[in-house]
C-alpha cells in the first residue's frame, strides 16, 4: 500500500540534496536562533522563569495550540470519503504552515490508540483562500495509521504536522517551450499527481479553470488500478479530461488486465518527448525504471514504503547516555525496534531521506536495509565522535553502541 | 537468614514460611500475567487520562498564579494557596513521579516522556530517576540498601541498635517531611556521605551538586521572586502563599510515601536476603515491602496513586489510572496465598508510620512497657540509656525487652 512513505526517488538531483542536508544538519547544530536583547527577550526570560521547569508554550498550547511559534499542528475541519477505503481531510494548519510546492506531502503525527505515529501524505488540495490543506488517505487492510485516519478521525482532532517537503514536484516551465508530461499513477499514487494537477487546473463551480500559467503544458494520465470504484479522484481526473486539460488513459486491472510496460509505446505514442513522473508501489516503478534506462528516457519517481533489500545480523544495541539496552533484530531499522522497546529517539521522514534521525555510531555495525550496504564504527580507527548513521533505514549488524 | 526469618526465630511469625519455591514461582507467573493483560490493552483512554491530568493541572496552576496576583486579599489568598497546593500535588505525584518511571513512554509523545520530563522538585529529574527507580525500587526496604527506608538517617528496624542519637529522628522526620523535597535532594546526591568524605568527593558528585544547586535556584527564583515581584503590592503574601503550598505539597508527598513503607505490618530486609534473589523472590519482596492506602478516586489520583503502592512496587511501570483497576486482582493473589495484604485508610497509616518512628527512636520495648505507673522508673532507664556507655545501653536493653514480653503475655 501507499501508506505513503515516500521513498527516495531515483533521481540524482535527491542524492545531492540528500549530502546537503547532512550538511545543514551538522552545521546548523552550532548556531543559535534566539534573541538575546531587548525588551521582547527580556519578557521571555521573565515569562521562562515564572513557569520553570515548563515553558511559557506548555502553558499556551492549553489555549492556541495553532498559534505563531508553537510546534507546528493541526486541527481536523472536516473528514470526506472518496471511495469505499479512502478520505480525504481538511486541515487547518498551524498560524507557522509555510506553504507547499504541489506534488509534495506532509508528514503527520497521530495517535493512534495513544501512541504517537508519523506518516507522510501527499497534499492533495487545489489554491484554497481559506488556508487549509487537504490530505487523501487510503486504509490500507492491515495498517495502523491509515485505517484510523480513513474511519476513526473526528472533526476537531489535533495532528501534529511537520513543513511540506519532497522532490516530486513540476518541473519549472522554459519560456517559449511546451512541458510534456507523462503521470504514472498507481492506486493512491494518484494523490501527489492530482495535488499538481488541481494547482495548474484549478477547480471551480463553473468548471476547470485553465489559467494562462498552465497553458504551456501537455500532460497525459495513465492511471492504473485494480477496479474502477477503486480509484481515487476519477472524477476529478474525468473531470479535467473533459475540459480538455489533460489526456486520461485509465487502465483497470479487472477489464484490461495487468498493465504490461511492453505497451506503453502503444498508450503514449509521444512517450520519447515527455518526462515521466511515477507514483506507485514498488512493483511498478521498479520495472518502469528498467523500461526507461533502457530506452534513456527521463523519470522521477515517488515510492511509498522502503522495501529491505538486505536484513541484517541483528544485535544488542546500546543507548549509551539513556543507558538503555535493545535487542534488535536484522530485519526492521532499529528506530522502529528502539521505540518499541519505549526508547524515545530523532525521527523525521522513516525513509532515509530527511536526515532528522541520524545518531553517532561509536562501536559496532549497521546494515542500510535498502542497499545492504555496511557501516561500521571502531573507536580509535574510525571518526572521533562516532559515525552518523540513519535510525530510521538501518538495521542492527551486530551489536551497536549509539551515543544518545 | 532474612530479616523475616530471624523475627520468626524470636516468637513473631514468618509471613512466607508457608510458602514453597513453587509457590513463589507460581506467585510470580500470575503477576507477570496481570501484568501483561494491562500491557495489552494499553491505549487510548489512558492516553486521554494523562493528557487529562496534565491539562487540569496547568489550568489549576495558571488560575491559582492569577488569582495570587491579588493575593492581598484575604480570600484571594486562600483560594489561590488551596489550588496551587493542590497543582504542586498533582504536578509531584500523579504527573512527574509516574512520568519519570516511564509508565507513558509508551505513547511516544516526546512532551510525555520519562527521558524528557522535567517537573517542579528540588531534584532534577536524572538524579531522581537513579535514587528511586534504580535504587529504591530495585532494592525496596532492603536496610542500608534502600535509602527511601529511613532515607539513610532513620532508625527503621528493631533488628538496628539502638543509640542515643536515634531519640531526635521524630523530629527530623517532621522536618524532613516539611522541607521534603530538598530531603529528596540531599539523599539522592548521597549528601551525607559525601561531606563526610571531605577531599575524595568525586567529579560525578561535584557535577550533579551543581545541577541541583541550579535547579534549587531556578525553584527558588520562581515561587519566591519572580510570583511575588509580577503580584506588586501583594509581593509578601504571594510569597507567603507559593511557600505554604510548597509545604503543603512536601508534607503530603511525604505522609504518602512513608504509608507506602513504613506502617507496622510492613516488612524490612537484611543485606545479605537479596544475594542471588530471583524474579519471582524479586516480586515477594515488593508484596510485602509495600503498604497501600485505601479511599476514594481522588484520594488515588491525589496520592499519584501510590496509594497503590503494592501495585506500583509490583509494576512500577505501568500507567498510574490501572492500578486501581488491577487491585483487586492483586489482593485475591494475595488472599489465596495467605499473605497480608496491608491496606488501611490514609490517618491510620500515617498514625502507625509515624507511631514506628516514634517507638524505634525509643530502645526497643520501652514503649510498649511504659504506662502512667512506671513513667519515672522508665524515663530513668531511658535517662541512663542515653548517658550511659554501650554495656549500660545492653544491660537496661535487655531489661526492657524481658519486660515487654511480660506487658504483652499479660
Given amino acids: ?404 | 537468614m532474612t530479616t523475616i526469618q530471624k523475627k520468626a526465630t524470636i516468637g513473631q511469625t514468618n509471613p512466607i514460611a508457608h510458602l514453597s519455591p513453587e509457590d513463589i514461582e507460581l506467585i510470580a507467573k500470575e503477576l507477570d500475567d496481570i501484568r501483561q493483560s494491562v500491557i495489552d490493552t494499553r491505549g487510548e483512554r489512558d492516553a486521554r487520562y494523562i493528557r487529562r491530568v496534565i491539562r487540569t493541572q496547568r489550568q489549576l496552576e495558571l488560575g491559582s498564579r492569577v488569582v495570587l496576583l491579588a493575593s492581598l486579599f484575604p480570600p484571594a489568598w486562600f483560594v489561590g494557596t488551596v489550588g496551587l497546593s493542590v497543582s504542586k500535588i498533582l504536578e509531584n505525584m500523579e504527573i512527574g513521579h509516574n512520568i519519570l518511571h516511564g509508565q507513558w513512554d509508551w505513547m511516544r509523545d516526546p512532551k510525555i516522556h520519562s527521558t524528557t520530563w522535567e517537573w517542579d522538585h528540588a531534584t532534577p529529574a536524572d538524579q531522581w530517576k537513579h535514587s528511586h527507580n534504580e535504587l529504591h525500587h530495585t532494592y525496596t526496604n532492603v536496610i542500608g540498601k534502600d535509602n527511601d527506608l529511613g532515607y539513610g538517617i532513620m532508625r527503621v528496624d528493631e533488628d538496628q541498635p539502638w543509640h542515643p542519637a536515634h531519640l531526635g529522628q521524630p523530629l527530623w522526620n517532621f522536618l524532613n517531611a516539611v522541607f521534603f523535597e530538598y530531603g529528596v535532594a540531599a539523599y539522592d546526591l548521597e549528601l551525607r556521605g559525601n561531606l563526610r568524605r571531605g577531599k575524595q568527593r568525586t567529579e560525578k558528585f561535584r557535577r550533579e551538586a551543581r545541577a541541583v544547586v541550579r535547579k534549587i535556584r531556578k525553584q527558588v527564583t520562581k515561587d519566591y521572586v519572580v510570583h511575588p515581584l509580577l503580584s506588586g503590592p501583594s509581593f509578601l503574601p504571594t510569597m507567603l502563599a507559593n511557600f505554604t503550598a510548597n509545604t503543603v505539597r512536601n508534607v503530603w508527598a511525604h505522609s504518602v510515601i512513608m504509608c507506602g513503607h513504613f506502617p507496622e505490618g510492613v516488612e524490612t530486609f537484611e543485606k545479605r536476603s537479596i544475594d542471588g534473589e530471583t524474579k519471582p523472590e524479586w516480586y515477594l519482596r515488593q508484596m510485602l515491602g509495600s503498604a497501600n492506602i485505601s479511599g476514594s478516586k481522588l484520594m488515588h489520583i491525589m496520592t499519584g496513586n501510590l496509594s497503590h503502592q503494592i501495585e506500583h512496587h509490583l509494576f512500577p511501570d505501568l500507567p498510574s489510572n490501572r492500578y486501581r483497576e488491577i487491585a483487586p486482582k492483586v489482593k485475591a493473589l494475595f488472599e489465596r496465598y495467605d499473605l497480608a495484604y496491608c491496606a488501611r485508610p490514609l490517618p491510620q497509616q500515617v498514625y502507625s508510620a509515624w507511631h514506628k518512628v516514634v517507638r524505634l527512636s525509643l530502645p526497643n520495648g520501652w514503649l510498649d512497657s511504659t504506662n502512667a505507673r512506671n513513667l519515672p522508673i522508665q524515663l530513668k532507664r531511658l535517662y541512663q540509656m542515653t548517658t550511659g556507655g554501650p554495656k549500660v545501653r545492653r544491660a537496661l536493653q535487655a531489661r526492657l525487652v524481658q519486660e515487654q514480653r511480660r506487658a504483652l503475655a499479660a
Fill in chain 1, 1 to 404: 500500500m501507499f501508506a505513503a512513505n515516500k521513498n527516495l526517488p531515483t533521481d540524482s538531483r535527491v542524492a545531492v540534496r540528500n549530502a546537503s542536508s547532512l550538511e545543514d544538519m551538522l552545521n546548523g547544530m552550532s548556531t543559535s536562533i534566539a534573541p538575546t536583547r531587548g525588551w521582547r527577550a527580556r519578557a521571555a526570560r521573565v515569562a521562562e522563569a515564572a513557569t520553570t521547569p515548563l515553558v511559557p508554550a506548555d502553558f499556551l498550547d492549553l489555549f492556541a495550540p495553532l498559534r505563531h511559534g508553537a510546534d507546528l499542528r493541526g486541527r481536523v475541519e472536516s473528514v470526506h470519503p472518496e471511495t469505499a477505503d479512502a478520505a480525504t481531510l481538511v486541515i487547518r494548519p498551524g498560524a507557522d504552515w509555510a506553504g507547499h510546492v504541489p506534488g509534495q506531502y506532509v508528514r503527520i503525527g497521530v495517535d493512534v490508540d495513544g501512541v504517537r505515529c508519523w506518516r507522510a501524505y501527499s497534499l492533495t488540495h487545489g489554491p484554497r483562500a481559506d488556508g487549509r490543506i487537504s490530505i487523501t488517505v487510503k486504509a490500507v487492510p492491515d495498517g495502523t495509521v491509515s485505517p484510523y485516519l480513513v474511519r476513526r478521525t473526528q472533526r476537531g482532532t489535533l495532528l501534529h504536522l511537520e513543513q511540506a517537503d519532497g522532490e516530486f514536484v513540476l518541473p519549472t516551465p522554459r519560456r517559449g517551450e511546451t512541458t510534456r508530461l507523462l503521470f504514472v499513477t498507481a492506486g493512491s499514487g494518484i494523490t501527489p499527481v492530482i495535488g499538481m494537477l488541481r494547482n495548474l487546473y484549478p477547480s471551480t463551480d463553473s468548471g476547470v479553470l485553465r489559467p494562462a500559467r498552465s497553458a504551456s503544458y501537455d500532460i497525459v494520465v495513465l492511471h492504473v488500478a485494480p477496479s474502477e470504484p477503486d480509484s481515487i479522484f476519477l472524477r476529478d481526473l474525468r473531470a479535467l479530461e473533459a475540459a480538455g486539460a489533460i489526456r486520461l488513459v485509465a487502465r483497470y486491472d479487472d477489464e484490461h488486465g495487468v498493465l504490461d510496460l511492453a505497451d506503453l509505446d502503444a498508450i503514449v505514442p509521444d512517450l520519447a518527448g515527455r518526462t515521466t513522473f511515477a507514483c506507485g508501489p514498488a512493483g511498478l516503478l521498479d520495472a518502469l525504471a528498467a523500461h526507461h534506462e533502457e530506452r534513456g528516457l527521463p523519470l522521477l519517481t515517488e515510492q511509498f514504503r522502503v522495501s529491505t533489500l538486505v536484513a541484517g545480523e541483528g544485535g544488542t544495541v546500546t543507548f549509551e547516555r539513556q543507558g538503555v539496552d535493545v535487542e534488535c533484530d536484522g530485519a526492521r531499522p532499529i528506530l522502529e525496534q528502539a521505540e518499541d522497546a519505549g526508547v524515545l529517539l530523532p525521527s523525521g521522514c522513516r525513509m532515509g531521506i530527511c536526515y532528522t534521525c541520524v545518531l553517532p555510531l561509536r562501536e559496532g555495525a549497521v546494515r542500510d536495509l535498502r542497499t545492504g550496504e555496511l557501516t561500521t564504527a571502531v573507536p580509535g580507527e574510525t571518526v572521533s565522535g562516532g559515525v552518523p548513521v540513519q535510525t530510521c533505514i538501518n538495521a542492527a549488524a551486530g551489536p551497536c553502541l549509539l551515543d544518545q
